[in-house]
């Protein structure tokens, strides 16, 4: 199970912090990533963190996310900063394991208003 939280409303400029917790059956997890959803996109990554790669980001949150995670491992944290309105959208956090077992969680709505 993945329980993500902390989106909501905040201005452009602002900032938020999601936070996406995966407990039960998750072990020996080796990537964990956001991805967001705006009306009429398709789900697109924002954000990844890899075990052994590190991490990547999309180029239009390059320096303004950053993304992290705790160091029991199960918990991806991702920091959004300078937020503007087309950061807008369904945030979902995703986690794969080393034995193939994926999971989304599902989905916390950030707005940005501009």
């Known amino acids: 199970q993945l329980q993500a939280s902390g989106g909501g409303l905040v201005q452009t400029g602002g900032s938020l912090r999601l936070s996406c917790a995966a407990s039960?059956?998750?072990?020996?997890?080796?990537?964990m990533a956001w991805h967001r959803q705006t009306p009429g996109k398709q789900r697109e990554l924002v954000a990844r963190?890899?075990?052994?790669?590190?991490?990547n980001y999309d180029d239009s949150v390059k320096g303004r996310f950053t993304i992290s995670r705790d160091n029991a491992g199960n918990t991806v944290y991702l920091q959004m900063s300078s937020l503007r309105p087309e950061d807008t959208g369904v945030y979902y956090c995703?986690?794969?394991?080393?034995?193939?077992?994926?999971?989304w969680g599902q989905g916390t709505l950030v707005t940005v208003s501009s």
């Open positions: 995703y986690v794969a394991t080393t034995g193939g077992n994926v999971a």
């Open positions: 039960g059956r998750f072990f020996s997890i080796n990537v």
């Open positions: 963190i890899h075990t052994r790669a590190g991490t």
